[in-house]
């Protein structure tokens, strides 16, 4: 039997009025009150059908990026500027505005999803997998309210990313190719689903080729130039140390520079270098650094086109894209076989 707001406001104990009141999140209602109604209301799976109506009648003809404020690297890089001015290539020209919103809690109108979603103040969403858990998915999709993933998650939902485990294959057979046959890892957070895919590309073109995955040649670290820098010296100082090393991103590559150079290890003599990411670093060190071109305009221009697709037909099917990197050969690997 369908959920009703009479079922709601009986299981909450108010009035069916107060049950619309927090819905449109009136501020003439307790904190309390809101929390414990919307907490019945998610109990039992109640979508209000005005919500509903509305969230597929009106537009507001603008669309939002969602950020999370506490973390810095989300939105104070490079990448992230790219992703925006591809999803505005897309969305500018059918006539769309872009927001870039805070998702932090502590908003005088409550969660983000109240002040956008319910609030009707934009169409869809583009976030990326720190942003949109699974409560968070599953709650857009209970709303049938569109989204867009940045990086891959589990069905039903879409989302584009760059193929990362195809990266991590693409650079490891590249330095196999050039002749090196002890390869290692550097950087990347145990856990964190980028590391994950790229250590999975990685791992598998070492076991196709015959030689072993050690794991002390695969070193966790943040992608930055000290973490980068200790791991290398670790590895290099190594009674068998490796002969060329996979990188997690371009400062974690320049701390392996900087290692190689003190240790008067010769680039790309005893020592190849190849990293994930072209971008900022790769055509300026000494040497320049082979590297995989992550394109972060089409990612963003891909997210945009989805989000479009989805605001544009009544029933979008559930789909992933994948986006191939580009390896760009430079002096850091380059090498004749022996």
Not at 179 to 189: C, K, P, R
């Amino acid at each position: 039997m369908k959920v009703t707001i009479k079922d709601i406001a009986q299981a909450a104990g108010v009035a069916k009025s107060t049950v619309s009141k927090v819905m449109n999140d009136s501020p003439k209602i307790s904190e309390e009150t809101k929390t414990r109604v919307r907490d019945i209301i998610k109990q039992m799976n109640y979508t209000p059908s005005s919500i509903a109506t509305g969230l597929a009648r009106q537009s507001s003809n603008t669309v939002a990026i969602l950020i999370d404020m506490s973390k810095e690297s989300e939105f104070l890089n490079q990448f992230f500027y790219n992703i925006i001015g591809g999803v505005e290539s897309i969305i500018g020209p059918l006539k769309y505005e872009l927001t870039i919103a805070n998702i932090q809690h502590d908003h005088a109108e409550g969660h983000f999803l109240h002040r956008l979603v319910l609030n009707k103040r934009v169409d869809g969403i583009i976030a990326n997998t720190s942003v949109l858990t699974p409560e968070l998915c599953a709650e857009l999709n209970r709303l049938e309210f569109p989204y867009i993933s940045i990086g891959e998650i589990n069905p039903p939902g879409t989302w584009v990313d760059c193929d990362n485990e195809l990266g991590g294959t693409v650079l490891t057979k590249h330095l196999l190719e050039q002749g090196y046959s002890s390869v290692a890892f550097i950087g990347g957070e145990q856990n964190e689903p980028l590391f994950l895919r790229r250590i999975a590309g990685y791992t598998a073109t070492l076991r196709q080729a015959g030689l072993p995955v050690r794991s002390d040649r695969i070193i966790n670290g943040r992608a930055a130039e000290e973490d980068g820098y200790a791991a290398a010296m670790q590895l290099l100082q190594n009674p068998e140390p490796p002969d060329a090393i996979v990188c997690m991103s371009n400062f974690s590559a320049f701390g392996v520079l900087q290692a190689a150079r003190e240790l008067k290890i010769q680039i790309p003599e005893q020592l190849g270098i190849a990293t994930f990411d072209e971008y900022p670093l790769s055509p300026y060190t000494t040497p320049p650094l082979t590297s995989l071109n992550m394109d972060t305009f089409q990612l963003g221009a891909s997210a945009g086109r989805l989000l479009m697709d989805k605001l544009g037909t009544t029933a979008t099917p559930v789909s992933g894209q994948l986006l191939e990197p580009v390896l760009i050969p430079r002096l850091s690997s380059l090498r004749s076989r022996k």
